[in-house]
């Protein structure tokens, strides 16, 4: 081992320091205390912290976040910091994909997920159609339903705004 163990409590990382520093498999930051020092911490990656003998549970949330953003940026369509507005709040792709509350981050490591984009022609039937049997089972409360009928509006404006070629 050429580098010393970590002395200090270990953290999660935030979903920004995920985010930014993706590319580096970092897991955990070990703050160091406040002396007047430049340097305040250090970031750990997994097989840093295996080296001196700390072993992190396997996260199959993480594990199947950071596959799909490999994924996107493997077909050169990763790209973290453009805005978004979804449900009224503007936030980074990246934001989307490291919310604990999105529904992708919802989902248990094994449940499939399907991915609608508004450049689909078929965008606002589909959703028209979900939220109507949504409305008719009562399978969602009408917030839900209101929220994603104003996406399907969204994304028709969005369509009209644009040729198909323009479209991403």
Known sequence: ????????????????????????????????PRDGSSVV????????????????????????????????RAAGAFKPFQRV?????TMNKGQILYDATSCF???????????????????????????TMAEATGAHDQKKIDSARAEGEAGERWRAERTVSEQP
Do not use: C
């Not at 999660?12 to 320091?17: F, G, W």
């Not at 912290?49 to 994924?71: T, Y």
């Not at 248990?108 to 939220?131: G, S, Y």
């Open 85 to 89: 507005t979804i449900h009224g709040a």
């Open 41 to 72: 911490g250090r970031f750990w990656t997994k097989e840093q912290l295996a080296d001196h003998g700390i072993v992190m549970k396997p996260d199959l949330k993480l594990d199947r976040l950071n596959r799909v953003v490999e994924d996107l």
């Open 1 to 32: 081992m050429s580098e010393p163990a970590p002395k200090f409590p270990l953290r999660d990382l935030t979903p920004e320091e995920s985010l930014r520093y993706a590319r580096y498999a970092y897991v955990k930051y070990e703050e160091y």
């Open 105 to 131: 981050n919802r989902a248990t490591a094994d449940e499939p997920l399907f991915v609608l984009r508004a450049k689909d022609p078929l965008f606002r039937k589909t959703i028209d159609h979900w939220a």
